[in-house]
Protein backbone atom coordinates (compact mmCIF):
# COMPACT_ATOMS: atom_id res chain seq x y z
CA UNK A 1 0.00 0.00 0.00
CA UNK A 2 2.70 2.00 0.91
CA UNK A 3 4.38 1.55 -2.39
CA UNK A 4 0.92 2.07 -4.16
CA UNK A 5 0.91 5.69 -2.27
CA UNK A 6 4.23 6.40 -3.61
CA UNK A 7 3.50 5.91 -6.98
CA UNK A 8 0.45 8.21 -6.44
CA UNK A 9 2.65 11.15 -5.29
CA UNK A 10 5.29 10.30 -8.21
CA UNK A 11 3.08 10.31 -11.02
CA UNK A 12 1.53 13.79 -9.55
CA UNK A 13 5.24 14.97 -9.73
CA UNK A 14 6.00 13.47 -13.17
CA UNK A 15 3.20 14.82 -14.97
CA UNK A 16 4.29 17.66 -13.47
CA UNK A 17 7.66 17.79 -15.50
CA UNK A 18 9.81 16.28 -12.75
CA UNK A 19 12.14 14.10 -14.65
CA UNK A 20 13.39 10.74 -13.48
CA UNK A 21 16.62 11.37 -13.02
CA UNK A 22 16.15 15.12 -11.53
CA UNK A 23 17.13 15.89 -8.06
CA UNK A 24 15.00 17.14 -5.34
CA UNK A 25 15.28 18.48 -2.05
CA UNK A 26 12.55 18.67 0.29
CA UNK A 27 12.24 21.39 3.38
CA UNK A 28 10.45 19.38 5.81
CA UNK A 29 9.61 18.75 9.58
CA UNK A 30 13.19 15.95 10.21
CA UNK A 31 10.62 13.40 12.03
CA UNK A 32 9.20 13.15 8.52
CA UNK A 33 12.42 12.17 6.88
CA UNK A 34 12.74 8.28 5.57
CA UNK A 35 14.80 5.94 8.09
CA UNK A 36 15.51 4.00 4.62
CA UNK A 37 16.65 4.98 0.88
CA UNK A 38 13.75 3.75 -1.95
CA UNK A 39 14.61 1.23 -4.24
CA UNK A 40 14.64 3.84 -6.70
CA UNK A 41 16.97 6.31 -4.54
CA UNK A 42 19.44 3.01 -4.43
CA UNK A 43 20.11 2.33 -7.91
CA UNK A 44 20.60 5.98 -8.45
CA UNK A 45 17.49 7.27 -10.61
CA UNK A 46 16.06 9.88 -8.31
CA UNK A 47 17.95 11.73 -5.64
CA UNK A 48 16.41 12.87 -2.89
CA UNK A 49 18.21 15.48 -0.06
CA UNK A 50 16.33 15.88 3.22
CA UNK A 51 16.53 19.31 4.65
CA UNK A 52 15.34 20.40 7.91
CA UNK A 53 12.85 23.58 8.55
CA UNK A 54 14.35 23.93 11.82
CA UNK A 55 17.37 24.95 10.30
CA UNK A 56 18.59 28.24 10.06
CA UNK A 57 17.84 29.55 6.96
CA UNK A 58 21.55 30.33 6.18
CA UNK A 59 21.95 26.72 6.65
CA UNK A 60 18.89 26.18 4.52
CA UNK A 61 20.16 27.69 1.85
CA UNK A 62 23.50 26.69 2.46
CA UNK A 63 22.53 22.71 1.40
CA UNK A 64 20.45 23.96 -1.28
CA UNK A 65 23.27 25.55 -2.68
CA UNK A 66 25.57 22.48 -2.40
CA UNK A 67 22.79 20.01 -3.42
CA UNK A 68 21.75 21.94 -6.97
CA UNK A 69 18.03 20.76 -6.62
CA UNK A 70 16.13 20.20 -9.66
CA UNK A 71 12.91 20.60 -7.88
CA UNK A 72 12.40 21.66 -4.60
CA UNK A 73 8.84 21.19 -2.28
CA UNK A 74 8.24 22.30 1.22
CA UNK A 75 5.55 23.84 3.59
CA UNK A 76 4.73 27.05 1.71
CA UNK A 77 5.69 29.44 4.53
CA UNK A 78 9.05 27.63 4.98
CA UNK A 79 9.81 27.99 1.17
CA UNK A 80 8.83 31.70 1.85
CA UNK A 81 11.71 32.28 4.25
CA UNK A 82 14.12 30.79 1.80
CA UNK A 83 12.49 32.69 -1.42
CA UNK A 84 13.27 35.87 1.06
CA UNK A 85 16.61 34.65 1.78
CA UNK A 86 18.02 33.84 -1.99
CA UNK A 87 15.24 36.23 -4.08
CA UNK A 88 17.71 37.63 -6.85
CA UNK A 89 20.86 37.15 -5.43
CA UNK A 90 21.31 33.32 -5.58
CA UNK A 91 22.04 32.20 -9.50
CA UNK A 92 23.32 28.69 -8.04
CA UNK A 93 20.06 27.52 -6.82
CA UNK A 94 17.72 27.25 -9.69
CA UNK A 95 14.93 24.54 -10.01
CA UNK A 96 12.53 24.32 -12.70
CA UNK A 97 10.00 23.28 -10.27
CA UNK A 98 8.66 24.27 -6.75
CA UNK A 99 5.90 22.09 -5.22
CA UNK A 100 4.08 22.80 -2.18
CA UNK A 101 1.73 21.29 0.39
CA UNK A 102 0.44 21.12 3.80
CA UNK A 103 -0.36 24.47 4.65
CA UNK A 104 -2.77 27.42 2.67
CA UNK A 105 -0.70 29.27 -0.21
CA UNK A 106 -2.17 32.46 -1.00
CA UNK A 107 -1.28 33.72 -4.02
CA UNK A 108 1.12 36.45 -2.88
CA UNK A 109 3.44 33.80 -1.39
CA UNK A 110 2.65 31.97 -4.60
CA UNK A 111 4.10 35.29 -6.57
CA UNK A 112 7.24 35.43 -4.14
CA UNK A 113 8.26 31.72 -4.38
CA UNK A 114 7.88 30.79 -8.08
CA UNK A 115 9.53 34.31 -8.60
CA UNK A 116 12.59 34.09 -6.24
CA UNK A 117 13.57 30.54 -7.77
CA UNK A 118 12.23 31.69 -11.13
CA UNK A 119 10.36 28.07 -11.22
CA UNK A 120 6.94 26.78 -12.29
CA UNK A 121 5.11 26.39 -8.80
CA UNK A 122 2.45 23.60 -8.02
CA UNK A 123 0.22 23.08 -5.04
CA UNK A 124 -0.03 19.84 -3.46
CA UNK A 125 -2.99 18.99 -1.64
CA UNK A 126 -2.41 15.72 1.02
CA UNK A 127 -2.67 14.15 4.37
CA UNK A 128 -1.09 11.38 6.52
CA UNK A 129 -4.12 9.72 6.34
CA UNK A 130 -4.64 9.43 2.27
CA UNK A 131 -1.08 10.47 1.06
CA UNK A 132 -1.75 12.93 -2.06
CA UNK A 133 -5.43 13.66 -2.35
CA UNK A 134 -5.13 16.45 -5.16
CA UNK A 135 -2.69 18.52 -7.25
CA UNK A 136 -2.75 21.20 -9.40
CA UNK A 137 -1.86 20.59 -12.91
CA UNK A 138 0.18 23.27 -15.57
CA UNK A 139 -2.92 25.19 -16.14
CA UNK A 140 -2.90 26.00 -13.12
CA UNK A 141 -7.01 26.40 -12.41
CA UNK A 142 -7.93 24.19 -9.64
CA UNK A 143 -6.75 20.83 -8.47
CA UNK A 144 -7.05 16.99 -10.48
CA UNK A 145 -8.52 15.07 -7.37
CA UNK A 146 -6.76 11.36 -7.28
CA UNK A 147 -9.98 9.56 -7.99
CA UNK A 148 -8.46 6.33 -8.69
CA UNK A 149 -6.92 6.24 -4.97
CA UNK A 150 -9.81 8.16 -3.16
CA UNK A 151 -13.18 9.05 -3.35
CA UNK A 152 -14.12 12.55 -2.11
CA UNK A 153 -17.50 13.98 -1.46
CA UNK A 154 -17.74 17.75 -0.01
CA UNK A 155 -20.15 17.81 2.76
CA UNK A 156 -22.31 20.89 4.52
CA UNK A 157 -24.79 18.50 6.21
CA UNK A 158 -25.88 17.33 2.66
CA UNK A 159 -23.14 17.14 -0.39
CA UNK A 160 -22.69 20.77 -1.82
CA UNK A 161 -23.23 21.93 -5.58
CA UNK A 162 -20.79 22.61 -7.55
CA UNK A 163 -19.02 25.85 -6.73
CA UNK A 164 -20.27 25.82 -3.09
CA UNK A 165 -18.12 25.31 0.04
CA UNK A 166 -18.30 21.99 1.27
CA UNK A 167 -16.23 19.85 4.01
CA UNK A 168 -13.66 16.95 2.76
CA UNK A 169 -15.53 13.70 3.60
CA UNK A 170 -12.80 10.91 1.73
CA UNK A 171 -12.81 7.02 1.68
CA UNK A 172 -9.41 5.70 1.04
CA UNK A 173 -10.25 3.00 -2.11
CA UNK A 174 -6.69 1.14 -1.42
CA UNK A 175 -6.12 0.89 2.63
CA UNK A 176 -6.94 -2.91 3.14
CA UNK A 177 -4.89 -2.57 6.25
CA UNK A 178 -6.73 0.63 8.27
CA UNK A 179 -10.25 1.13 5.99
CA UNK A 180 -11.66 5.04 6.39
CA UNK A 181 -14.64 5.27 4.82
CA UNK A 182 -16.48 8.55 4.78
CA UNK A 183 -13.53 9.75 6.62
CA UNK A 184 -13.59 13.69 7.55
CA UNK A 185 -10.73 15.47 6.69
CA UNK A 186 -12.12 18.84 8.67
CA UNK A 187 -10.61 20.80 5.32
CA UNK A 188 -13.15 23.01 3.74
CA UNK A 189 -13.08 22.93 -0.25
CA UNK A 190 -15.34 23.56 -3.01
CA UNK A 191 -16.13 20.81 -5.83
CA UNK A 192 -16.27 22.18 -9.51
CA UNK A 193 -18.34 20.18 -12.24
CA UNK A 194 -15.95 21.55 -14.96
CA UNK A 195 -13.37 20.10 -16.73
CA UNK A 196 -9.95 21.27 -17.13
CA UNK A 197 -8.85 22.85 -19.87
CA UNK A 198 -5.64 20.55 -20.21
CA UNK A 199 -7.34 17.56 -21.43
CA UNK A 200 -7.26 15.46 -17.84
CA UNK A 201 -11.01 13.97 -17.41
CA UNK A 202 -10.58 13.60 -13.19
CA UNK A 203 -12.88 15.56 -11.10
CA UNK A 204 -11.96 19.17 -9.99
CA UNK A 205 -11.73 21.09 -6.70
CA UNK A 206 -11.96 25.08 -7.64
CA UNK A 207 -10.35 26.03 -4.41
CA UNK A 208 -8.98 25.02 -0.86
CA UNK A 209 -10.11 27.35 1.62
CA UNK A 210 -7.97 25.38 4.64
CA UNK A 211 -9.12 23.84 8.02
CA UNK A 212 -12.72 23.88 8.80
CA UNK A 213 -11.83 25.06 12.74
CA UNK A 214 -9.50 27.72 11.26
CA UNK A 215 -12.87 29.41 9.97
CA UNK A 216 -13.40 32.85 11.58
CA UNK A 217 -16.91 33.69 12.49
CA UNK A 218 -18.49 37.67 12.23
CA UNK A 219 -20.00 39.42 15.17
CA UNK A 220 -23.41 38.40 13.54
CA UNK A 221 -22.70 34.97 13.55
CA UNK A 222 -21.69 34.26 9.85
CA UNK A 223 -18.49 31.75 9.40
CA UNK A 224 -15.79 33.25 7.47
CA UNK A 225 -13.22 31.68 5.37
CA UNK A 226 -9.43 32.36 6.33
CA UNK A 227 -8.91 32.94 2.67
CA UNK A 228 -10.36 36.62 3.25
CA UNK A 229 -6.91 37.82 4.30
CA UNK A 230 -4.74 36.39 1.80
CA UNK A 231 -4.54 38.60 0.15
CA UNK A 232 -3.56 40.69 3.36
CA UNK A 233 -5.77 43.16 4.14
CA UNK A 234 -3.03 46.02 3.93
CA UNK A 235 -2.71 48.14 0.19
CA UNK A 236 0.82 47.15 -0.04
CA UNK A 237 2.24 43.98 1.18
CA UNK A 238 6.20 43.87 0.20
CA UNK A 239 7.33 44.56 4.10
CA UNK A 240 5.25 41.88 5.05
CA UNK A 241 7.52 38.48 6.29
CA UNK A 242 5.09 36.74 8.45
CA UNK A 243 1.20 37.40 8.84
CA UNK A 244 -0.95 35.55 11.29
CA UNK A 245 -4.87 35.83 12.59
CA UNK A 246 -6.39 34.67 15.92
CA UNK A 247 -9.62 35.04 16.76
CA UNK A 248 -9.46 35.45 20.25
CA UNK A 249 -13.48 36.24 20.80
CA UNK A 250 -16.30 36.36 19.42
CA UNK A 251 -15.58 40.34 18.92
CA UNK A 252 -11.73 40.57 18.61
CA UNK A 253 -9.62 39.52 15.93
CA UNK A 254 -5.86 39.80 16.74
CA UNK A 255 -3.59 40.73 13.61
CA UNK A 256 -0.10 39.86 14.42
CA UNK A 257 2.25 41.40 11.96
CA UNK A 258 6.36 40.35 11.61
CA UNK A 259 7.63 43.21 9.05
CA UNK A 260 10.95 42.67 7.15
CA UNK A 261 11.45 46.47 8.04
CA UNK A 262 9.29 48.19 10.85
CA UNK A 263 7.31 50.96 9.01
CA UNK A 264 7.81 54.50 9.88
CA UNK A 265 4.97 55.50 13.47
CA UNK A 266 3.01 57.31 10.76
CA UNK A 267 2.74 55.44 8.12
CA UNK A 268 1.81 52.02 10.47
CA UNK A 269 -0.60 54.52 11.71
CA UNK A 270 -2.35 54.95 8.06
CA UNK A 271 -1.45 50.96 7.77
CA UNK A 272 -3.31 50.02 10.20
CA UNK A 273 -6.55 52.34 9.87
CA UNK A 274 -6.94 51.23 6.28
CA UNK A 275 -6.55 47.84 6.97
CA UNK A 276 -8.80 48.02 9.83
CA UNK A 277 -11.40 49.67 7.97
CA UNK A 278 -11.53 46.75 5.78
CA UNK A 279 -11.36 43.55 8.27
CA UNK A 280 -15.11 45.92 10.16
CA UNK A 281 -16.37 45.89 7.06
CA UNK A 282 -16.19 42.33 6.54
CA UNK A 283 -16.79 41.24 10.15
CA UNK A 284 -18.94 43.94 11.74
CA UNK A 285 -18.53 47.45 12.80
CA UNK A 286 -18.79 46.17 16.66
CA UNK A 287 -15.64 43.88 15.88
CA UNK A 288 -12.51 45.04 18.03
CA UNK A 289 -9.32 44.50 16.20
CA UNK A 290 -5.77 45.13 17.42
CA UNK A 291 -2.32 44.72 15.28
CA UNK A 292 0.57 43.20 17.18
CA UNK A 293 4.02 44.05 15.47
CA UNK A 294 6.18 41.33 16.20
CA UNK A 295 9.82 40.70 15.25
CA UNK A 296 9.05 36.82 14.47
CA UNK A 297 5.65 34.39 14.41
CA UNK A 298 6.72 31.07 16.49
CA UNK A 299 6.10 28.29 14.60
CA UNK A 300 3.96 25.13 15.08
CA UNK A 301 5.72 22.37 16.46
CA UNK A 302 5.01 20.21 13.38
CA UNK A 303 7.40 23.66 11.63
CA UNK A 304 4.46 24.78 9.99
CA UNK A 305 3.07 28.57 10.37
CA UNK A 306 -0.55 28.41 11.08
CA UNK A 307 -1.82 31.61 9.55
CA UNK A 308 -5.40 31.39 10.80
CA UNK A 309 -6.13 30.66 14.61
CA UNK A 310 -9.53 30.82 15.85
CA UNK A 311 -9.93 30.52 19.49
CA UNK A 312 -13.61 30.14 19.40
CA UNK A 313 -15.04 28.04 17.00
CA UNK A 314 -13.48 24.59 17.56
CA UNK A 315 -15.61 21.78 18.23
CA UNK A 316 -18.67 23.80 16.41
CA UNK A 317 -20.22 22.52 13.60
CA UNK A 318 -19.66 23.51 10.33
CA UNK A 319 -22.45 25.37 8.67
CA UNK A 320 -21.98 28.03 6.17
CA UNK A 321 -24.40 30.83 5.62
ZN1 LIG B 1 -5.50 20.04 -15.58
Given amino acids: MLQFYAAVYNRALLENGLRIRD ?131 FLDGEAVASGEKGMVVCAGLYNDVMPLIRYELKDVADPSEGKCSCGVSLPLIKSIEGRADDF ?42 APKKAPGAQSRSQIIEAAERKIRGLFGEDMEVSFDFVDEIPLEPSGKLRKVISRINSGKRFRLS
Fill in 23 to 153: KMAVVTDPRSFPKRRSLFQRLGITKYAYISIFDSVERQTALLRDFKPDAIKGYASSLLILAAEINGLEREIKPRLVFTSAELLEDSSRKIISSAFDAELFNLYACSEFSLLALECKAHDGYHINADSVLME
Fill in 216 to 257: LVATDGRLISPTVFFPYPFDSVDWIRQFRVIQEGRRKLVIQV
